[in-house]
Structures are given as C-alpha cells and as structure tokens.
C-alpha cells in the first residue's frame, strides 16, 4: 500500500518494490550494512572461541557455572544504558582519545575511536558477545575429549587437532552464534543512531526513519519485507555451506588438565573488556 500525504492508501501496488530496485542509494545501503554486520559478527564469533574453548575444555566442570555467570552479568542491564555507556568511551571527548591525549602517545584524537563505524563495530561486539559465546560453548562442550585423545595419539599436534577435529565438529554452534549476532545487529537501530555519527547509518536507521520523519509506511514495510529475504537467503546459504548438523552429542563432563596460561590470560582481559564500561 502507498502513502500519500502522510496517510496509507488502501490500494495494492508494486511501486515501493519498484522504487528500492531503481535507486541505487537504497542497495547500496543494505550491501554496505550486510558487510559491515557480516564483519562485526564474524569478529563476535572469532573473539568469543577462544573464551568458549577455554571455559568449555580448561574449566573443572563444578567451575563453569561461575565463569558462565561473570561472563553473562553485565548483559542482565539495560540494551540502551549499555549503548549509552559506550557512548562515553568514544568521540573525539571520550575516554579513549582524552587518555591517549592526556599520556602524550597521540597529538590529537584518533578519528578510529571517534563515533563511526569502528565504534559500531566494537559495541557490536561487546553487544552480542552471549550469544556467540554461549552457541560456541554449547558445542564445544559437547566434543567427545576421546576423539581428541585419539587424535594426540595419532601424532597430531594441537593446532592441528583444533583445525581438524574441534573446528569441524562445533562448526553448528560457530555458524548459530554468527547468524545470531547477524540477525541481532541488523535489527539495531539505536547502537548506530548514537554511536555511529554522521557515517554510521544501517538498513535499520533507514526502516525507522520511513515510520518517523518521512511518514513512509508503505515504503517502511517494502524494506523489513526485504530485509528479511535478505536474512533468509544468508541462512540458506550458509547452511549449504556448513552441510547437515551433525549430532550434538551428550554432555560428558569431562576436560583438559593441562595447563593453558595464554587462554587463562585471554579469558582475564576479555572479561576486563566485558565489565569496563
């Protein structure tokens, strides 16, 4: 239905369909923020393995709970005061850039932590964490340490182990926690309206505006039924990518008492990056 003067029209027409497909600027808009969340949540995955791995493998099961419960406190606030903590951090006034300043290392505000989209990026990321933490860890979890035992035995080496026996096998949980955090951040509006400044505008700023300011209803509607074949379509073709899912395995409890410092010290500072703002 189109909107005429601020009012819905009850007629049926393609005009809205036809007016995406013939402006580029709106294209250009959903591809620009399909590769700006893709990235954003590619990095949520990537930065929250190395934490899942750790609790899921190195923790004592009795112990997992607790790191579970430090990891996922913070999100019990708030979405938007989280947003606006990190409005504070950012900008050429924020935290980062008056202390860079105020120690000397820089001579003037580094317009990477200033409002844009590497601030996007970061409060996505700090935004979405559980999500691709606990998928990951679920998985993870779920690996039979016997077929990693047995791949030691075999002679592999542990980067090799990862590459072919935790990756493949909690792949299902990588893919669900990439495609939840995907889904998460395009559906944001409010972390690039007040972090993103002047170049950080998302499909989802678009869709929101059509239903405020430019009292576009129709044409509002046409880009959240187009954004969600958009989504479809990314699920679709990520789960040709990744195969069938495999069996999720039960629970066994068991874990790694090797030592491992490097992802004890990552978990540390990660946590840090979780409850500093």
């Known amino acids: 239905w189109p909107t005429e003067n601020g009012d819905i029209v009850h007629r049926w027409t393609l005009h809205n369909y036809v007016r995406f497909f013939t402006q580029p600027a709106y294209q250009k808009m959903l591809f620009r923020s399909f590769w700006l969340v893709s990235l954003a949540s590619a990095l949520t995955v990537l930065f929250s393995f190395p934490f899942a791995y750790f609790v899921a493998t190195k923790v004592k099961p009795s112990r997992r709970l607790v790191w579970i419960l430090i990891a996922i406190i913070p999100f019990w606030t708030s979405y938007l005061i989280r947003v606006l903590a990190w409005l504070h951090v950012f900008g050429d006034t924020g935290l980062i850039n008056n202390l860079l300043t105020g120690l000397g290392i820089v001579s003037a505000p580094l317009e990477f932590f200033g ?80 972090i993103g400044g002047t170049n950080g505008t998302l499909y989802a700023n678009l869709i929101t505006n059509q239903f405020g300011y430019s009292l576009q209803w129709g044409f509002g509607s046409t880009l959240a039924v187009l954004f969600l074949v958009a989504i479809l379509l990314l699920v679709v073709v990520l789960r040709l990518l990744i195969g069938g899912v495999d069996q999720a395995g039960e629970y066994t409890g068991g874990f790694t008492r090797q030592r491992a410092p490097v992802l004890f010290v990552y978990s540390v500072l990660f946590l840090i990056f979780l409850y500093a703002p």
């Open 115 to 194: 409002f844009g989209r590497p601030a996007i990026v970061i409060t996505f990321i700090y935004l979405l964490f559980p999500l691709a933490f606990l998928s990951t860890y679920i998985a993870i979890e779920r690996i039979n340490p016997t077929m990693l035992d047995a791949a030691a035995d075999l002679g592999a080496r542990p980067w090799r182990r990862m590459l072919t026996v935790t990756l493949p096998m909690a792949r299902s949980g990588i893919v669900a926690g990439f495609v939840f955090a995907f889904i998460g951040m395009m559906g944001d509006y409010a972390t690039p309206q007040l």
